[in-house]
């Protein structure tokens, strides 16, 4: 039994929804499935979209080499939440014959088209044009130009991460994690990007800053290209960091112990089920996970029951909106029980 992707999920403790869902030992939050990251993206890319407009205007007035590398940044990262939006969509896919844990995973792989894009429109762009700069520097002016683009640039990219620690921020309580090791560590591609996306941009801006202060001071542009190739070797970083990251739910990664343990704790409960001694949990999309286990029933009953009892199991533990599907299988009698 399989269910779509929801805004709860394996990294986000959760619980029942009604008394008949199996609970994983804590409170499901409330909202349509995606709509917190379907907002963090939405307010990412509107934000993008005017700053990217902002700069490019700025760069080929001022013609400097910093914030020609924002330019390109910028436009990065609309693209980037352009990609995101259809992650989110296309994860929010039910299960279907073919994909009967649904399609959670098309998060990460679209997430990691975006990174990509991060890397080679942002990062490569950047540095290529700031070594391009030190070999034939261009003399910037329009100084007051850059700068005031450069303010509304950083108040814009201000609103984008606030939304986006706000949702990390709201998680990680849940999570009893800390805000970085939750944004490391969430199941949720999209909430991820935009933090370190926005992270990367404000400290950007302020490479840029400096680079156009320090061209202006001196007179030189070689300051200005290097802030230019500075600001591509941060977008480098975070796209490797993303990249990784995305890589590693697409090959599969096993569910925060603590959620292990609830479901753990949570299948012991159970009248039916006696001991459990084997145990995994898949993150298979956003908060979402799928559950493969071998359980010890209670009672001694013939095959035939047996058999209708450990499906009536399965399907209870499907009963949560975080589990995209559960595959159960008896333990043998000299296998060691696991304890929560």
């Given at each position: 039994?399989?269910?779509?992707?929801?805004?709860?999920?394996?990294?986000?403790?959760?619980?029942?929804?009604?008394?008949?869902?199996?609970?994983?030992?804590?409170?499901?939050?409330?909202?349509?499935?995606?709509?917190?990251?379907?907002?963090?993206?939405?307010?990412?890319?509107?934000?993008?979209?005017?700053?990217?407009?902002?700069?490019?205007?700025?760069?080929?007035?001022?013609?400097?080499?910093?914030?020609?590398?924002?330019?390109?940044?910028?436009?990065?990262?609309?693209?980037?939440?352009?990609?995101?939006?259809?992650?989110?969509?296309?994860?929010?896919?039910?299960?279907?014959?073919?994909?009967?844990?649904?399609?959670g995973r098309e998060a990460y792989v679209w997430?990691?088209?975006?990174?990509?894009?991060?890397?080679?429109?942002?990062?490569?762009?950047?540095?290529?044009?700031?070594?391009?700069?030190?070999?034939?520097?261009?003399?910037?002016?329009?100084?007051?130009?850059?700068?005031?683009?450069?303010?509304?640039?950083?108040?814009?990219?201000?609103?984008?991460?606030?939304?986006?620690?706000?949702?990390?921020?709201?998680?990680?309580?849940?999570?009893?994690?800390?805000?970085?090791?939750?944004?490391?560590?969430?199941?949720?591609?999209?909430?991820?990007?935009?933090?370190?996306?926005?992270?990367?941009?404000?400290?950007?801006?302020?490479?840029?800053?400096?680079?156009?202060?320090?061209?202006?001071?001196?007179?030189?542009?070689?300051?200005?290209?290097?802030?230019?190739?500075?600001?591509?070797?941060?977008?480098?970083?975070?796209?490797?960091?993303?990249?990784?990251?995305?890589?590693?739910?697409?090959?599969?990664?096993?569910?925060?112990?603590?959620?292990?343990?609830?479901?753990?704790?949570?299948?012991?409960?159970?009248?039916?089920?006696?001991?459990?001694?084997?145990?995994?949990?898949?993150?298979?999309?956003?908060?979402?996970?799928?559950?493969?286990?071998?359980?010890?029933?209670?009672?001694?009953?013939?095959?035939?029951?047996?058999?209708?009892?450990?499906?009536?199991?399965?399907?209870?533990?499907?009963?949560?909106?975080?589990?995209?599907?559960?595959?159960?299988?008896?333990?043998?009698?000299?296998?060691?029980?696991?304890?929560?």
């Amino acid at each position: 039994m399989s269910r779509p992707p929801s805004e709860t999920g394996p990294d986000e403790p959760v619980a029942a929804a009604a008394e008949e869902s199996f609970s994983v030992g804590f409170a499901i939050g409330g909202g349509s499935p995606g709509s917190d990251s379907f907002l963090t993206v939405a307010v990412a890319l509107g934000a993008n979209l005017l700053i990217a407009v902002a700069k490019t205007a700025a760069a080929l007035i001022t013609r400097s080499a910093s914030l020609t590398a924002e330019a390109a940044h910028s436009w990065a990262d609309t693209g980037n939440e352009v990609f995101l939006i259809v992650a989110n969509r296309r994860a929010a896919r039910p299960p279907d014959r073919g994909h009967p844990l649904g399609h959670g995973r098309e998060a990460y792989v679209w997430s990691l088209f975006a990174a990509v894009g991060l890397f080679v429109a942002g990062g490569a762009f950047s540095v290529t044009h700031g070594v391009g700069q030190l070999r034939s520097p261009t003399a910037a002016d329009n100084f007051l130009l850059g700068y005031a683009v450069l303010a509304v640039s950083f108040l814009l990219e201000g609103v984008s991460f606030r939304q986006s620690v706000r949702q990390a921020r709201a998680d990680a309580r849940v999570m009893e994690r800390d805000l970085i090791q939750h944004v490391l560590a969430t199941s949720d591609p999209a909430l991820r990007a935009v933090f370190a996306e926005d992270a990367a941009a404000l400290l950007g801006l302020l490479l840029a800053t400096a680079g156009l202060a320090a061209h202006q001071l001196t007179g030189s542009p070689v300051p200005d290209a290097i802030g230019s190739i500075l600001v591509g070797v941060l977008l480098v970083a975070v796209a490797g960091l993303l990249i990784n990251r995305n890589r590693r739910f697409l090959v599969g990664e096993e569910a925060d112990p603590r959620v292990r343990a609830a479901v753990l704790r949570s299948l012991l409960a159970m009248p039916e089920v006696d001991r459990v001694t084997y145990l995994r949990l898949e993150v298979v999309g956003p908060r979402l996970i799928s559950v493969i286990g071998d359980v010890d029933l209670a009672g001694d009953d013939v095959e035939s029951h047996v058999a209708v009892r450990l499906r009536a199991v399965e399907a209870k533990v499907s009963s949560s909106p975080a589990v995209a599907g559960t595959v159960l299988s008896l333990s043998a009698p000299d296998e060691p029980s696991l304890a929560p």
